[in-house]
């Protein structure tokens, strides 16, 4: 299995920044895609920002111009620069990782989560 180590979530005033972080370590033969999602009180979960293999970048419109995510290829890490944070912006957010297995399966493996507060 694909493992996911997450930190960096915290609470920051409106305004603030963070910048969560994952890494995956397992039985991984080659990644996809690397993003996280979120997922806020009564709310369905969305994709924040994902960046492909071949460097591609994905984000919701509520963050474009705010977040910007970055992926380490050599350390399968990838971080998610948050800026101008918003109290909307509140939700646990879940590393998730996507690609090919040693064994030559496809996976997605998720992190247990970060819980990120911004308060007004």
């Known amino acids: 299995q694909v493992q996911l180590v997450e930190f960096g979530g915290a609470l920051v005033q409106a305004g603030g920044s963070l910048r969560p972080s994952c890494a995956a370590s397992g039985d991984i033969f080659s990644i996809n895609a690397m993003g996280w999602y979120r997922q806020a009180p009564g709310e369905q979960r969305e994709l924040v920002a994902q960046?492909?293999?071949?460097?591609?970048?994905n984000y919701a419109d509520s963050v474009k111009g705010r977040f910007t995510i970055s992926r380490d290829n050599a350390k399968n890490t990838v971080a998610l620069q948050m800026n101008s944070l918003k109290p909307e912006d509140t939700a646990v957010y879940h590393c998730?990782?996507?690609?090919?297995?040693?064994?030559?399966?496809?996976?997605?493996?998720w992190g247990q989560g970060t819980q990120v507060t911004v308060s007004s």
């Open positions: 998730n990782v996507q690609g090919f297995s040693g064994a030559g399966g496809r996976f997605t493996s």
């Open positions: 960046v492909v293999s071949d460097g591609r970048t």
